[in-house]
């Protein structure tokens, strides 16, 4: 994985961490009863360590009551080649 995709990947992690706690949601309970993932598969999204899957993002954008664009908005998606 590119240096530029796990800074991209952490970004979204804190984002979903940060509206998470905002709610007041603890991890494990917004995992199993709202995103309907394992607890350890959110902590690794929320930390960056994932390349997390689109049905995952649209899942954690639900449990979250926003869209998965409101969820990724501000974000650069600009990619360069890398030669």
Not at 3 to 13: A, N, R, T, W, Y
Not at 16 to 40: M, V
């Amino acid at each position: 994985m590119q240096q530029q995709d796990k800074k991209l990947l952490k970004l979204i992690g804190k984002r979903i961490k940060k509206l998470r706690i905002q709610k007041d949601k603890s991890l494990n309970n917004f995992a199993f009863k709202e995103c309907l993932i394992t607890s350890a598969t959110l902590s690794r999204v929320e930390n960056g360590l994932v390349d997390l899957k689109f049905t995952t993002l649209i899942k954690i954008a639900n449990a979250l009551n926003i869209t998965p664009a409101e969820l990724l908005e501000d974000f650069e998606f600009q990619y360069s080649e890398p030669f």
